[in-house]
Every structure is written in structure tokens, then in C-alpha cells.
């Protein structure tokens, strides 16, 4: 088969909300030709910035080079990668909200609302839905909503992407 640069690969949208999740110091790339998805350290973004000669890694340690290398990669061709929506596009927070909206209980809800309060809000939350057996409805809520932005992000860059059966209607 011969590869026209102008197509673009077919992004699984259950893959994708799972590279998506966020990762503290981290940034995702999408390859949009390729399909495949780079995790890159915020940190070694800096440090190809203060590279000298991006040609000479004979100084940078070797666990380092493949990072730099995609970093490289990247760089180089901007028009075939893609960012990920940062943990900021998702907020999570909003989510929270949002689910404990959809619930009846009022003292479930109430738990909810005084768990996302004030420092380790995600931490409280994630132990409070453990302990009302709320994990797998959370979870779906959660991933339906990041389904809807995966789909919204892919179709504002003409992506195609596909989505799984056991998705539809859900």
C-alpha cells in the first residue's frame, strides 16, 4: 500500500480516552498519520530547549535519548502530531459536579458535595464513591463524558475515528 501523506489514521476512541487520561508532568501526542500515541516529560521538553546541538546527544544519558528523540520527531513534523487534551480540557472537577448532579439520593449527594470540598478533593471523592459502591457508575459517567470530548476533538481536526458497539447508546 502506498502512504499518502495526507491521510490521516483511524483513532479508537476507547484507546484514545485512555491515552487521554491525565498525567501529572506528562503530555500526549497523537500521531495523526500513524495513529500512534508518544507520551512526552515536560521536563525533557526544557531540556531539548537548552540542547546546543540537537545533532550531539553524546551528553545526554542514555534513558533520556528516546524521550529527546520523539521530542525531536515531533518537533520536526508539527503538522503530523496532535496534543491531547491536558487534565485543564477535562476537568475533572466539572465532572464531579455534574455526576453528583445526576444522582436521587440526597444524603448520597450531600456526602459527594462535602467530599469535593477544599484540598484532596479527588482523593475524598474517588474513597467516598469507593465506599457507597458508586466506583463502576462514576467510572461510566466519567468515561462517557471523555468519550464526547474525544469524539469533539477529533471531529474539530477532521480525524476520523471509529467508535466500538458496546459504546453506542450508552
Not at 500513524?34 to 542514555?62: A, F, P
Not at 462517557?144 to 474525544?150: R, S, Y
Request: glycine share 4%; with cysteine; net charge negative.
Amino acid at each position: 500500500m502506498d502512504f499518502n501523506k495526507s491521510e490521516k489514521a483511524v483513532v479508537d476512541l476507547e484507546v484514545f480516552i485512555v491515552q487521554m487520561e491525565p498525567v501529572d508532568g506528562y503530555m500526549m501526542f497523537l500521531n495523526i498519520r500513524t495513529g500512534e500515541y508518544v507520551m512526552v516529560n515536560e521536563d525533557y521538553l526544557r531540556r531539548v530547549e537548552q540542547l546546543k546541538d540537537l545533532q550531539d546527544l553524546s551528553g545526554v544519558h542514555e534513558f533520556e535519548k528516546e524521550e529527546i528523540m520523539n521530542i525531536l520527531d515531533i518537533e520536526e513534523n508539527f503538522d503530523e502530531y496532535e496534543a491531547l487534551p491536558t487534565k485543564f480540557d477535562l476537568d475533572e472537577y466539572s465532572i464531579m459536579e455534574d455526576f453528583i448532579e445526576t444522582l436521587e439520593d440526597r444524603k448520597v449527594i450531600e456526602q459527594l458535595e462535602e467530599a469535593i470540598i477544599g484540598k484532596r478533593a479527588f482523593r475524598r471523592f474517588k474513597d467516598t464513591i469507593s465506599s457507597l459502591g458508586l466506583s463502576n457508575a462514576w467510572y461510566n459517567y466519567r468515561d462517557q463524558f471523555f468519550l464526547e470530548i474525544a469524539k469533539s476533538w477529533c471531529e474539530e481536526r477532521n480525524i476520523p475515528h471509529k467508535i466500538r458497539k458496546s459504546e453506542i447508546g450508552e
